[in-house]
T-cell receptor, first 109, second 113 residues
Framework: QQPVQSPQAVILREGEDAVINCSSSKALYSVHWYRQKHGEAPVFLMILLKGGEQKGHEKISASFNEKKQQSSLYLTASQLSYSGTYFCGTEARDDKIIFGKGTRLHILP | DSGVTQTPKHLITATGQRVTLRCSPRSGDLSVYWYQQSLDQGLQFLIQYYNGEERAKGNILERFSAQQFPDLHSELNLSSLELGDSALYFC????????????FGPGTRLLVL
């Protein structure tokens, strides 16, 4: 089943924080996060394996709660370059990654 | 630049026709994935190949087929095209040593008229 992302869209001012959530009804082995800018290919941000770990990448970090089958992406002190659509991809044991519908993030100066 | 190449960049064709999209993975990557992205949809997983063998299948129509060749490049064949097949088709590749991290190509934009 396709993971559910929330919110569908976010508008922030530069410097503000955002949280994007991703939840699945299936037991997950990993969660992947990607960012896609308009007209471009998705770009890998990070992968979280089961174990409840948290990862960081510059001012972007994520957590994975395998018991709740949820992941959250945290964007701190957002920059204009963070604008784009964020996709989570969930992987169960069948080796297929299923992507959510995406969360559109727009950062205003 | 992800290192994944896709050709052609744009494709315009008519309903009922057949097209072939080509993908070359990053050097050393054994897995190739195909995705379809429409305006109102996210990334729809179509199919995955690993070292020449089909590994996983997603929402791929019977009119669509794919293969991965010995040199690891892959082709996605779309036949009996319909207007609804207009979309961006991405290819991605991954290295089994880096758990499923996928590197996406620039995509092929298909327009069916």
């Amino acid at each position: 089943q396709q993971p559910v992302q929330s919110p569908q869209a976010v508008i922030l001012r530069e410097g503000e924080d955002a949280v994007i959530n991703c939840s699945s009804s299936k037991a997950l082995y990993s969660v992947h996060w990607y960012r896609q800018k308009h007209g471009e290919a998705p770009v890998f941000l990070m992968i979280l394996l089961k174990g409840g770990e948290q990862k960081g990448h510059e001012k972007i970090s994520a957590s994975f709660n395998e018991k709740k089958q949820q992941s959250s992406l945290y964007l701190t002190a957002s920059q204009l370059s963070y604008s784009g659509t964020y996709f989570c991809g969930t992987e169960a044991r069948d080796d297929k990654i299923i992507f959510g519908k995406g969360t559109r993030l727009h950062i205003l100066p | 630049d992800s290192g994944v190449t896709q050709t052609p960049k744009h494709l315009i064709t008519a309903t009922g026709q057949r097209v072939t999209l080509r993908c070359s993975p990053r050097s050393g990557d054994l897995s190739v994935y195909w995705y379809q992205q429409s305006l109102d949809q996210g990334l729809q997983f179509l199919i995955q190949y690993y070292n020449g063998e089909e590994r996983a299948k997603g929402n791929i129509l019977e009119r669509f087929s794919a293969q991965q060749f010995p040199d690891l490049h892959s082709e996605l064949n779309l036949s009996s095209l319909e207007l609804g097949d207009s979309a961006l088709y991405f290819c991605a590749s991954s290295n089994p040593a880096r758990r499923e991290t996928q590197y996406f190509g620039p995509g092929t934009r298909l327009l069916v008229l």
